[in-house]
């Protein structure tokens, strides 16, 4: 049973440019939720994706946007990158009914010069 | 504001003793918590949960305590072994089996040392 998939591991940008980080959810899980999680804190909630819908929204700006497609993966978009936007993104997913348990991937590092 | 916190950034432990880490929260409303531990260059990976309708929860050698009145948390591992070694993040979510966000605490790291 694969667990939760994300891709690429490792991506460099520079600022202003955009990026797309992917992310397959655990089998039977039918909501994404993406964190950001800076160096040496806690993850931090960026947006949750059910039924190809954002749910919920965390403090974030219109920078961070994202898509949930018919088979439940997700994607994360950046725009109009910062230097502060260099992070590991987690991608975690979940059953939206039943249990708040969420299921986290091995993330994406992205640094942005 | 952070709403949930962990006040020790490390511990270190002893093979075989018991590891405590602790976790604080703010808002009344939570009525879902969540441990975490976590490896370099892995994502979290979920270890034990509680609702608040409960004060404990076991599940081998971990278990969670809860006190809500203190708005307090706490992990044990017992006993404790080095590749317990990692770093544990406490979460919190205000819509129980709603699929509600979670809001973290920073993380301890915890050391088990042989």
């Known amino acids: 049973d694969a667990g939760v998939t994300q891709s690429p591991t490792h991506l460099i940008k520079t600022r202003g440019q955009q990026v797309t980080l992917r992310c397959s959810p655990k089998?039977?899980?039918?909501?994404v939720s993406w964190y950001q999680q800076a160096l040496g804190q806690g993850p931090q909630f960026i947006f949750q994706y059910y039924e190809e819908e954002e749910r919920q929204r965390g403090n974030f700006p219109d920078r961070f946007s994202g898509h949930q497609f018919p088979n439940y993966s997700s994607e994360l978009n950046v725009n109009a990158l910062l230097l502060g936007d260099s992070a590991l993104y987690l991608c975690?997913?979940?059953?939206?009914?039943?249990?708040?348990?969420?299921?986290f991937g091995p993330g994406t590092r992205l640094t942005v010069l | 504001d952070q709403q949930v916190k962990q006040n020790s950034p490390s511990l270190s432990v002893q093979e075989g003793r018991i590891s405590i880490l602790n976790c604080d929260y703010t808002?009344?409303?939570?009525?879902?918590f969540l441990w975490y531990k976590k490896y370099p260059a892995e994502g979290p990976t979920f270890l034990i949960s509680i609702s608040s309708i409960k004060d404990k929860n076991e599940d081998g050698r971990f278990t969670v305590f809860l006190n809500k009145s203190a708005k307090h948390l706490s992990l044990h591992i017992v006993p404790s072994q080095p590749g317990d070694s990692a770093v544990y993040f406490c979460?919190?979510?205000?819509?129980?089996?709603?699929?509600?966000?979670?809001?973290f605490g920073q993380g301890t790291e915890l050391s088990v040392k042989p």
């Open positions: 808002n009344s409303m939570f009525d879902y």
């Open positions: 975690a997913s979940s059953l939206l009914v039943g249990t708040d348990t969420q299921y």
């Open positions: 089998s039977g899980h039918d909501t």
């Open positions: 979460a919190a979510s205000v819509s129980y089996n709603q699929g509600g966000k979670l809001i």
